[in-house]
């Protein structure tokens, strides 16, 4: 290889010293790595160069001789590469194993699944946890501010990389669904089809404001240390866990809230008539924000709504989103939730009439649903039978052999 050929490294990344977990996932992941070198940089949105630079990613399935049946999975905010199976961070299952495995709507037995871990993540893909070359220690804020395209150019090196110069389909949820649109508008010619589930084109005030709390209460904990935390030994649990709090009430529904926890207490017949976790829901919100804090990064977060916040396709395309799909021939799904508050059914509705305006080949399902924003990664049978059923479609339609789901 030459020097600017990327090298496949799958454990020696600097390990540092003995940090948390999710620390140590982010310089020597449990999943292959790819290392693009220093004279093969990133061009980034903000105009700066980044390199070198690594991709981690987890693969299910095999890839056919034609390479003609690879599936990119891109994950949400907080997600990862481990998509299916057991995630051997969390040990819990991966983040859409409803969704994806053999025999299911996104089947490991025909199709090759490929998630990575997003530019700017913590286990293992270059971000604020990783180890700056130049000082030995923990980027920090040193690591560049970075968008969803800048996502996407990092995945695309690695799909270059794997030698597919087509993928049969990119999908994904939330901000997942943000690098599905991103793909179709600066890679189209190398997307067959894509997925974009419960998302926008576009974060909106509210979003944005709701990702200011979650940044705000990171950084006013004292631990965050202006973001030098790691190399000085702590960790802004606090602030981080109320952040995943606060941005959790986003993902459910009040219906589901409601029904769920309503106003019952916790392990108790009365009010304590002090600050405890008297309420269900509060016991809720609280076992999700200590458990978060086990697996991410603090600032990976702060990087990652940043990267969300500034995403406008129509701004990116000249103001009208129908030019970031001009003269397309990928042909879409897209799928939104009745009780999707954060991103409401009417930002799809957006998409579809800018892939309408460019006579692109686009479905539509808005699937009744009372679980809120968090129903692509829950059972949601539509859902399932919806993404079975476009891929078996468009399987068809490239020539791909697939077969039927028994």
Same mark, same amino acid.
């Given at each position: 290889?030459?020097?600017?050929?990327?090298?496949?490294?799958? #454990?020696?990344?600097?390990?540092g010293q003995e940090r948390?977990? *999710?620390? =140590? @996932?982010?310089?020597?992941? #449990? #999943?292959?790595?790819?290392?693009?070198? +220093?004279?093969?940089?990133?061009?980034?949105? #903000?105009?700066r160069t980044f390199g070198p630079f690594d991709v981690a990613y987890q693969t299910y399935g095999a890839l056919n001789? /034609?390479?003609s049946n690879a599936i990119l999975l891109c994950h949400a905010l907080t997600g990862d590469q481990y998509a299916a199976g057991d995630n051997p961070v969390t040990k819990k299952p991966g983040w859409w194993t409803t969704l994806v495995g053999p025999g299911k709507s996104i089947d490991t037995d025909k199709y090759f699944v490929i998630c990575t871990n997003t530019l700017g993540g913590c286990l293992g893909s270059s971000g604020p946890a990783s180890i700056n070359p130049s000082t030995g220690k923990a980027y920090g804020l040193d690591f560049p501010v970075i968008t969803i395209a800048d996502m996407v150019a990092a995945q695309a090196r690695l799909i270059e990389h794997l030698g597919i110069e087509q993928l049969f389909s990119v999908v994904g949820g939330s901000m997942g669904g943000m690098q599905v649109? @991103?793909?179709a508008a600066r890679f189209g010619d190398r997307v067959f089809s894509a997925i974009p589930i419960a998302t926008a084109p576009r974060h909106?005030?509210? %979003?944005? /404001?709701? *990702?200011e709390v979650g940044r705000q209460a990171v950084m006013a904990d004292p631990e965050w240390r202006a973001g030098r935390y790691l190399e000085e030994g702590a960790f802004p649990k606090n602030g981080l866990a109320v952040a995943r709090m606060a941005a959790h009430i986003t993902y459910l529904s009040e219906e589901a809230l409601q029904i769920k926890f309503g106003r019952n207490l916790q392990a108790r017949t009365q009010k304590t008539f002090s600050?405890?976790?008297?309420?269900?829901? +509060?016991?809720?919100? =609280?076992?999700?924000?200590?458990?978060? !804090?086990?697996?991410?990064?603090? %600032?990976?977060?702060?990087?990652?709504?940043?990267?969300?916040?500034y995403f406008d396709m129509e701004a990116e395309f000249g103001g009208k989103l129908a030019n970031a799909f001009q003269g397309t021939k990928t042909r879409f799904c897209v799928v939104s939730f009745t009780s999707d508050w954060l991103y409401p059914t009417r930002e799809s509705r957006d998409i579809v009439r800018a892939l309408n305006a460019? /006579?692109?080949?686009?479905?539509?399902v808005e699937i009744d649903s009372d679980k809120g924003h968090d129903a692509f990664l829950l059972e949601e049978?539509?859902?399932?039978?919806? !993404? +079975?059923?476009?891929?078996?479609a468009a399987a068809e339609a490239r020539g791909l052999t697939v077969g039927g789901r028994s």
């Open positions: 290889m030459t020097a600017n050929d990327p090298t496949v490294k799958p #454990s020696d990344q600097p390990s948390a977990l *999710h620390t =140590r @996932e982010a310089t020597n992941p #449990s #999943s292959q790595i790819v290392r693009f070198p +220093e004279g093969a940089p990133l061009t980034l949105s #903000s105009g001789a /034609a390479k649109l @991103e793909w909106s005030a509210q %979003n944005i /404001a709701f *990702h600050f405890d976790a008297d309420f269900q829901i +509060e016991s809720y919100l =609280r076992h999700q924000g200590s458990t978060f !804090v086990d697996r991410f990064d603090a %600032n990976s977060y702060l990087y990652i709504t940043r990267a969300t916040d460019v /006579a692109a080949n686009v479905s539509f049978k539509v859902l399932f039978r919806t !993404v +079975e059923g476009f891929l078996s």
